[in-house]
């Protein structure tokens, strides 16, 4: 639980830090990595936090999933590492492995939270995608945010 909630906080950490820098929504997530270097600031924080909460959530992720699904929490979990290692997603090689990650991410961690049951997180939560988007644009980093969001909340739950 203390490692899950470590996770949480680093990862909603980077995401204000990098609005701040930005004074901003960023496109996505991934595009902090580009924003952050643009203006001075250390890029490698991107890949800080998708990699350490990552490793952070995965032993908690994995124990409350069923044995039957727990490939999914280890996939998505992967493919977030894989998403901080590959942060470069303008370049060919690099973005193909960045893009395929990040598809692999949240494919994996949907399907996750919708076989346990939580269904209910993510629809909600994209529901109110709407409105950020409407509101400030920017709707791949609104989709990001609340599949987060949803795989933290799920796994809190099923903690308890």
Known sequence: MICMLISLVLIAA????????????PWSVSDTYYQLDKRGRPKWLFQAAMIVPAFLLLPAWLDVSPVEIQFLAFLSGVGL???????????????????????????????????????????????????????????????????FLSVYLTVFCLLL
Do not use: D, N
């Not at 980077?14 to 929504?25: D, L, T």
């Not at 492995?97 to 994209?126: K, M, Q, R």
């Open 14 to 25: 980077y995401i204000v830090y990098a609005i701040s820098v930005m004074q901003g929504i």
């Open 81 to 147: 590492i894989f998403v901080g290692a590959a942060p470069c997603f303008k370049l060919e090689l690099e973005g193909k492995v960045h893009y395929i990650a990040t598809g692999v991410c949240g494919v994996a961690s949907l399907a996750w939270i919708c076989l346990v049951g939580y269904w209910l997180f993510p629809l909600l939560l994209f529901a109110s995608c709407i409105y950020l988007t409407y509101r400030y644009q920017r709707p791949m980093f609104w989709v990001e945010c609340s599949l």
